[in-house]
């Protein structure tokens, strides 16, 4: 490997995208199992590198100070927000399939008021609606976890949802996708917006599958919920033959695979056919690769008219797309090969049409016909109700839980929490699998609490190898010196155009590595000087990977070793040079 120096092997792990929000100081209003309330407040962390300082001020709202807390106790996660709590919300579901405007309505809404959040499941989407709403003239920020953009005058922001602030109060807040309180990993963190955010108007987008759980989960609130339901804006015509060859490729068309693998080949065999160009998205590529792909693809004068893309197409990138077709309907999901669900067929498949693109109508078939009955079935049936949202306790529950067991690390506390908390019938305590495979490596280090928590929610994929390495040496590198320079893992300058499948892939991996570092920067800015420089090098390598997809196809991709001291002017050294 060319740029990362890294000193040893760590243990393959996962992928952790998850992210409570952190006061201080902060107070507690814990509920006993008597039902008093008892208030924990003024408690301030003042937070070193090695551990976490706190001073503790328990007072109670009765004279129950003696009864025993019971901190595994979740079944009321309501009140752990006490400002949307001060509020009686106005919450309107916009709920219908696809390409219906639920989000455009919520955004209209959003465009008016005079304050608001807009919290999406992806950068991309966030990035889309700051965008929006500022060419509106409606300033607004930008917050994800590796980026801040701030906009004179904003009262309104743009984050993903692991970042909406439950501390501030706004006059209107959307949540898109909120079907996703459902997903394994990440539905506790769309359960505490929805549960947490102080808005007088609260938005939320998604499937009409998650109407009867969300009106049972703002029961418990006190809000007043209303539903509104949305129709597709074009239609969306299943075909009943299926695409047989390559040769019927036509413009607009959208291949869809779920290896990255399979990707690069139907891009090589499509394109081999000298009729069409094909652009690529997969989960695994850089977010502004992505959008640029998604641009081209979506830009008439371009020679690129086809795309082939992983379900990472389902949710995020407004996309010209005239036909969907499945090369397959079996998808590895980490754990298992399973059939396509049907929401996840429907949420595809309706990607084809988009209202007010050149293709007013969308279609969508099968590279095989064995799969058009799951198909056809998928897209008439109802997508399953929603039973459970994911829960997870935040930092301060966990904090303090870690007070009363001074001898366990973060993997067992983790650990007891999801073997042990009680919950409501309609919650389930997210998948923190990947979390606790973090926890076990930095539970070995001399880093407090906070910091140690810090770390498990980062953006660090421990299946990804150069990843893991990056996460365990940064971290390492923080717990001795409590400092962190990028230069010590990095080499600046030595990135190149891939020249293989497998080079690619490092780079994606490089590129996760240097986001991993931003995003560190972000929260240990101290810690974690070299912000602008892991930026830039991050941007280069979006570049090279773009340059080498540019390449990749029916010509052969060459190899080109940048030297950017030497004053090459080739167009990419061009684009380049902004980043420096
Ligand atoms: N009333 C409208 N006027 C103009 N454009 C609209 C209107 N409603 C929707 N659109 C446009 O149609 C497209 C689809 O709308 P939108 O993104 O709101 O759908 P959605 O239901 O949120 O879809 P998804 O489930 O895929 O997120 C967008 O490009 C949007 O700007
Ligand atoms: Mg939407």
Same mark, same amino acid.
């Given at each position: 490997?060319?740029?990362?120096?890294?000193?040893?092997?760590?243990?393959?792990?996962?992928?952790?995208?998850?992210?409570?929000?952190?006061?201080?100081?902060?107070?507690?209003?814990?509920?006993?199992?008597?039902?008093?309330?008892?208030?924990?407040?003024?408690?301030?962390?003042?937070?070193?590198?090695?551990?976490? !300082?706190?001073?503790?001020?328990?007072?109670?709202?009765?004279?129950?100070?003696?009864?025993?807390?019971?901190?595994?106790?979740?079944?009321?996660?309501?009140?752990? +927000?006490?400002?949307?709590?001060?509020?009686?919300?106005?919450?309107?579901?916009?709920?219908?399939?696809t390409?219906?405007?639920?989000?455009?309505?919520?955004?209209?809404?959003?465009?008016?008021?005079?304050?608001?959040?807009?919290?999406?499941?992806?950068?991309?989407?966030?990035?889309?609606?700051?965008?929006?709403?500022?060419?509106?003239?409606?300033?607004?920020?930008?917050?994800?976890?590796?980026?801040?953009?701030?906009?004179?005058?904003?009262?309104?922001?743009?984050?993903?949802?692991?970042?909406?602030?439950?501390?501030?109060?706004?006059?209107?807040?959307?949540?898109?996708?909120?079907?996703?309180?459902?997903?394994?990993?990440?539905?506790?963190?769309?359960?505490?917006?929805?549960?947490?955010?102080?808005?007088?108007?609260?938005?939320?987008?998604?499937?009409?599958?998650?109407?009867?759980?969300?009106?049972?989960?703002?029961?418990?609130?006190?809000?007043?919920?209303?539903?509104?339901?949305?129709?597709?804006?074009?239609p969306l015509v299943p075909l009943k033959?299926p695409l047989?060859?390559?040769?019927?490729?036509?413009?607009?068309d959208c291949?869809v695979?779920?290896?990255?693998?399979?990707?690069?080949?139907?891009?090589?065999?499509?394109?081999?056919?000298?009729?069409?160009?094909?652009?690529?998205?997969?989960?695994?590529?850089?977010?502004?690769?992505?959008?640029?792909?998604?641009?081209?693809?979506?830009?008439?004068?371009?020679?690129?008219?086809?795309?082939?893309?992983?379900?990472?197409?389902?949710?995020?990138?407004?996309?010209?797309i005239s036909r969907i077709i499945f090369?397959?309907m079996?998808?590895?999901?980490?754990?298992?090969?399973?059939?396509?669900?049907?929401?996840?067929i429907k949420q595809i498949a309706g990607r084809a049409g988009?209202?007010?693109?050149?293709?007013?109508v969308g279609e969508v078939t099968c590279?095989?016909?064995?799969f058009l009955?799951?198909l056809h079935?998928s897209l008439?049936?109802?997508?399953?109700?929603?039973?459970?949202?994911?829960?997870?306790?935040?930092?301060?529950?966990?904090?303090?839980?870690?007070?009363?067991?001074?001898?366990?690390?973060?993997?067992?506390?983790?650990?007891?929490?999801?073997?042990?908390?009680?919950?409501?019938?309609?919650?389930?305590?997210?998948?923190?699998?990947?979390?606790?495979?973090?926890?076990?490596?930095?539970?070995?280090?001399?880093?407090?609490?906070?910091?140690?928590?810090?770390?498990?929610?980062?953006?660090?994929?421990?299946?990804?190898?150069?990843?893991? &390495?990056?996460?365990? &040496?940064?971290?390492?590198?923080?717990? !001795?010196?409590?400092?962190?320079?990028?230069?010590?893992?990095?080499?600046?300058?030595?990135?190149?155009?891939?020249?293989?499948?497998?080079?690619?892939?490092?780079?994606?991996?490089?590129? !996760?590595?240097?986001?991993?570092?931003?995003?560190?920067?972000?929260?240990?800015?101290?810690?974690?000087?070299?912000?602008?420089?892991?930026?830039?090098?991050?941007?280069?390598?979006?570049?090279?990977?773009?340059?080498?997809?540019?390449?990749?196809?029916?010509?052969?991709?060459?190899?080109?070793?940048?030297?950017? &001291?030497?004053?090459?002017?080739?167009?990419?050294? &061009?684009?380049?040079?902004? +980043?420096?």
């Amino acid at each position: 490997m060319a740029s990362l120096l890294l000193r040893r092997k760590a243990s393959p792990l996962g992928l952790s995208r998850l992210l409570h929000g952190i006061t201080r100081p902060f107070s507690l209003h814990l509920e006993l199992k008597n039902g008093d309330v008892i208030s924990v407040s003024n408690l301030t962390r003042q937070f070193s590198s090695s551990s976490p !300082k706190t001073n503790f001020d328990f007072t109670t709202s009765s004279s129950t100070s003696n009864s025993k807390f019971d901190f595994l106790d979740l079944t009321h996660p309501h009140t752990w +927000y006490p400002n949307a709590r001060r509020k009686r919300r106005k919450v309107i579901l916009h709920m219908g399939p696809t390409n219906s405007g639920k989000t455009h309505h919520a955004l209209k809404r959003l465009e008016s008021s005079a304050s608001g959040i807009y919290c999406a499941p992806l950068r991309l989407l966030a990035w889309e609606v700051a965008k929006r709403l500022n060419k509106a003239k409606v300033p607004c920020n930008l917050v994800t976890g590796q980026e801040k953009e701030e906009v004179d005058g904003a009262k309104h922001k743009a984050v993903t949802v692991e970042m909406a602030d439950v501390t501030a109060s706004y006059d209107c807040a959307v949540i898109d996708e909120i079907q996703m309180l459902g997903c394994r990993t990440r539905g506790f963190s769309f359960t505490r917006a929805l549960l947490g955010i102080s808005a007088d108007e609260l938005h939320l987008c998604g499937d009409a599958a998650a109407v009867p759980l969300i009106q049972e989960m703002l029961e418990v609130t006190g809000d007043h919920v209303e539903v509104q339901l949305y129709e597709r804006l074009s239609p969306l015509v299943p075909l009943k033959v299926p695409l047989g060859s390559f040769n019927n490729i036509r413009t607009g068309d959208c291949i869809v695979s779920f290896s990255r693998k399979k990707i690069y080949q139907f891009k090589k065999q499509i394109e081999n056919g000298r009729k069409h160009l094909c652009s690529v998205v997969y989960g695994s590529l850089p977010p502004e690769t992505r959008t640029r792909q998604a641009t081209r693809f979506n830009d008439e004068s371009s020679e690129f008219d086809v795309l082939v893309a992983s379900d990472a197409v389902g949710m995020g990138l407004n996309l010209n797309i005239s036909r969907i077709i499945f090369s397959t309907m079996i998808k590895f999901d980490g754990v298992e090969e399973r059939e396509l669900t049907i929401p996840e067929i429907k949420q595809i498949a309706g990607r084809a049409g988009r209202y007010g693109s050149k293709f007013p109508v969308g279609e969508v078939t099968c590279m095989d016909a064995k799969f058009l009955p799951l198909l056809h079935s998928s897209l008439n049936a109802p997508s399953p109700t929603l039973e459970r949202a994911g829960l997870f306790p935040n930092f301060d529950l966990i904090f303090t839980y870690s007070r009363l067991h001074p001898k366990n690390g973060l993997y067992e506390i983790l650990e007891h929490f999801v073997e042990n908390a009680k919950l409501s019938a309609n919650y389930f305590i997210s998948d923190c699998e990947e979390m606790m495979k973090v926890a076990a490596v930095i539970d070995e280090l001399p880093l407090g609490l906070h910091d140690k928590y810090l770390f498990c929610i980062s953006p660090a994929e421990m299946d990804d190898e150069i990843l893991s &390495q990056g996460l365990t &040496q940064f971290a390492e590198n923080y717990a !001795k010196k409590g400092i962190v320079r990028l230069r010590e893992i990095f080499t600046p300058g030595t990135l190149q155009v891939p020249k293989s499948q497998a080079a690619l892939k490092e780079l994606e991996s490089i590129h !996760k590595v240097l986001d991993l570092y931003v995003w560190l920067s972000y929260r240990l800015e101290d810690s974690f000087p070299d912000r602008k420089l892991a930026s830039s090098q991050r941007a280069i390598c979006s570049l090279l990977i773009e340059e080498f997809l540019e390449r990749f196809g029916w010509q052969k991709p060459r190899t080109t070793m940048l030297n950017l &001291q030497s004053g090459s002017t080739s167009l990419l050294s &061009q684009r380049i040079r902004q +980043y420096l």
